[in-house]
C-alpha cells in the first residue's frame, strides 16, 4: 500500500548482535546522555524556595485597594460586577455612617463584596471597568483548595493591607504598581 506520507520508517528487524544483546553499550549510551545534562543550564528551579519573577502583564488574584490614609476605595458602584463576563462578582452596599469617614472613602461602601474565582477567567475588565481604582489583578495567584467555598474570596481574603498599619505588607501587595507610583513622583 502507498504511504500517505515519507515520514514512515521501516522497522529494522535484523538479529542482534552479541553486544546489543548484553545491552551494556546501551546502557552505557543512557549514562552518556544523562551525564551531559547535569553540566548543562538547569531547565527547573528549586520552588519554593526560588520564584521565578511575573511577567509585567501577568493578571492574578485581585486586591481590593485603600487609599493612602487606608480607607477602602471601593463605592459598592456595581460597575466591576456588569463588566464581569464570568459574573463571577457580588455585592451588598451600605451606607457610611457617622465617624466612619476613615475606613471608607465614599459615602457607599461595598460592606459585603465576593469573587467567586472558580468562575474568574482573569480578564481584568473589572479592574479596567472600575472608576475608583479600587481592584486591581495582582502578581499572585488564587492557592489550590480541596473546597469549593475555598474559592469564594471575600472582602477579608481581597484587602490590601492597612498602609499605615502594615507598610511593609502592603507595599508587598502593590507589587509592580508601588515601584511604578515612586517612579511617577
Ligand atoms: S478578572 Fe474578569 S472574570 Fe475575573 S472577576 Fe474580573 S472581570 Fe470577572
Ligand atoms: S471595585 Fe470599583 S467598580 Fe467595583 S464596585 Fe467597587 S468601586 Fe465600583
Same mark, same amino acid.
Given at each position: 500500500?502507498?504511504? @500517505?506520507?515519507?515520514? $514512515?520508517? =521501516?522497522?529494522?528487524?535484523?538479529? /542482534?548482535?552479541?553486544? +546489543? %544483546?548484553?545491552?551494556?553499550?546501551?546502557?552505557?549510551?543512557?549514562?552518556?546522555?544523562?551525564?551531559?545534562?547535569?553540566?548543562?543550564?538547569?531547565?527547573?528551579?528549586?520552588?519554593?524556595?526560588?520564584?521565578?519573577?511575573?511577567?509585567?502583564?501577568?493578571?492574578?488574584?485581585?486586591?481590593?485597594?485603600?487609599?493612602?490614609?487606608?480607607?477602602?476605595?471601593?463605592?459598592?458602584?456595581? @460597575?466591576?460586577?456588569? $463588566?464581569? =463576563?464570568?459574573?463571577?462578582?457580588? /455585592?451588598?452596599?451600605? +451606607? %457610611?455612617?457617622?465617624?466612619?469617614?476613615?475606613?471608607?472613602?465614599?459615602?457607599?461602601?461595598?460592606?459585603?463584596?465576593?469573587?467567586?474565582?472558580?468562575?474568574?477567567?482573569?480578564?481584568?475588565?473589572?479592574?479596567?471597568?472600575?472608576?475608583?481604582?479600587?481592584?486591581?489583578?495582582?502578581?499572585?495567584?488564587?492557592?489550590?483548595?480541596?473546597?469549593?467555598?475555598?474559592?469564594?474570596?471575600?472582602?477579608?481574603?481581597?484587602?490590601?493591607?492597612?498602609?499605615?498599619?502594615?507598610?511593609?505588607?502592603?507595599?508587598?501587595?502593590?507589587?509592580?504598581?508601588?515601584?511604578?507610583?515612586?517612579?511617577?513622583?
Amino acid at each position: 500500500m502507498q504511504p @500517505l506520507t515519507n515520514r $514512515a520508517k =521501516p522497522v529494522d528487524r535484523r538479529p /542482534m548482535t552479541l553486544v +546489543e %544483546r548484553i545491552y551494556l553499550w546501551n546502557i552505557f549510551k543512557g549514562m552518556m546522555i544523562t551525564l551531559k545534562h547535569l553540566f548543562k543550564r538547569k531547565a527547573t528551579i528549586s520552588y519554593p524556595e526560588q520564584k521565578r519573577p511575573f511577567s509585567p502583564v501577568f493578571r492574578g488574584l485581585h486586591i481590593l485597594n485603600r487609599d493612602e490614609e487606608g480607607r477602602e476605595r471601593c463605592t459598592a458602584c456595581g @460597575l466591576c460586577a456588569l $463588566a464581569c =463576563p464570568a459574573e463571577a462578582i457580588t /455585592m451588598e452596599a451600605a +451606607e %457610611r455612617k457617622k465617624g466612619e469617614e476613615h475606613l471608607y472613602r465614599e459615602e457607599k461602601y461595598a460592606a459585603r463584596y465576593e469573587i467567586n474565582m472558580l468562575r474568574c477567567i482573569f480578564c481584568g475588565l473589572c479592574e479596567e471597568a472600575c472608576p475608583k481604582d479600587a481592584i486591581y489583578l495582582s502578581e499572585t495567584f488564587a492557592p489550590a483548595n480541596y473546597q469549593r467555598k475555598g474559592f469564594i474570596y471575600g472582602k477579608k481574603d481581597l484587602l490590601i493591607p492597612h498602609p499605615k498599619e502594615d507598610p511593609e505588607a502592603y507595599k508587598k501587595a502593590l507589587g509592580n504598581r508601588y515601584k511604578q507610583s515612586q517612579n511617577a513622583n
